[in-house]
């Protein structure tokens, strides 16, 4: 998938599941009772290091600030967006691709009036990220992951984030969780898999780029998805 594909003609996710895979329960229990150990990998402890002491130095000079985590950020515009809708917070934008996180997002430069300093975009892989993270103990108030990768085949359901052995730590970090989706399958797993860590939630249809709205597109992806005639959809989890 290329987010730079913006000409509308984005095709609609194929599965062969007729509904919530029927492992997805086994699964998550399996990854409750088995703590994931696999050893980090260098390169993720490194930007967890950098980023930590961006977090810890923040948290020094606001007791009071909060932590938005923005997962699988991408290129970053949701990022840029969070962090100027929150001038108070600090924002951690963590995608695996080093390629799509120092890409230049239009729109978001000096000369285009964007001004907000608030966040850092960081490659890292969210297997070790989230781990460290959650052992760090951070105070994510509010922890995105928006339109993470569907694989709607029903033989990679564990690599599904909620089929994952990360799911328990990921799940444990933010009050809030959000996540997006042009797959609602993707969502009611997750909304299914979250009850088993006493997550609870509503689904509901993204109004972003309808014309009554004027709020902008979050990401790419959902600019994407909505000028090819998708519906993106969003799952809202509190503790
Ligand atoms: C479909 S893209 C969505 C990007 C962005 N949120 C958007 O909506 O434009 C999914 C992103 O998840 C990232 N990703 C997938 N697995 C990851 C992992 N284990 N750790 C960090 N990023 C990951 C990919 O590199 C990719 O940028």
Redesign the pocket.
């Given at each position: 998938?290329d987010?730079n594909n913006m000409t509308g003609d984005s095709k609609a996710i194929v599965t062969n599941q007729t509904g919530i895979h029927e492992k997805l329960d086994e699964v998550v229990q399996k990854h409750l009772a088995h703590p994931f150990q696999k050893p980090y990998q260098a390169h993720t402890e490194q930007a967890f290091e950098e980023m930590d002491a961006f977090v810890q130095a923040f948290l020094t000079n606001n007791s009071a600030g909060e932590i938005i985590l923005d997962?699988?950020?991408?290129?970053g515009?949701?990022t840029r967006i969070l962090a100027q809708q929150n001038p108070q917070a600090l924002v951690i934008g963590?995608?695996?691709?080093a390629h799509?996180i120092s890409r230049n997002v239009e729109g978001f430069s000096l000369e285009d009036g964007y001004q907000a300093n608030n966040y850092h975009l960081v490659r890292?892989?969210?297997?070790d990220?989230y781990r460290l993270v959650k052992a760090a103990n951070w105070p994510v108030s509010k922890h995105y992951i928006?339109?993470?990768?569907p694989w709607p085949k029903s033989k990679h359901l564990q690599r599904r984030w909620h089929g994952s052995a990360v799911f328990p730590q990921m799940t444990s970090i933010g009050n809030t969780l959000i996540l997006?989706s042009n797959w609602l399958l993707y969502l009611q797993e997750f909304q299914q898999a979250a009850k088993q860590v006493a997550l609870h939630g509503n689904i509901s249809q993204v109004n972003s780029h309808d014309e009554v709205s004027t709020q902008p597109p979050?990401?790419?992806?959902?600019a994407k998805y909505q000028t090819s005639g998708q519906v993106c959809w969003q799952l809202i989890l509190n503790r």
């Open positions: 998938m987010s997962a699988c950020c991408g290129v515009q949701s963590v995608d695996k691709s799509r890292a892989d969210l297997n990220f928006l339109y993470p990768n997006r979050l990401t790419p992806f959902e």
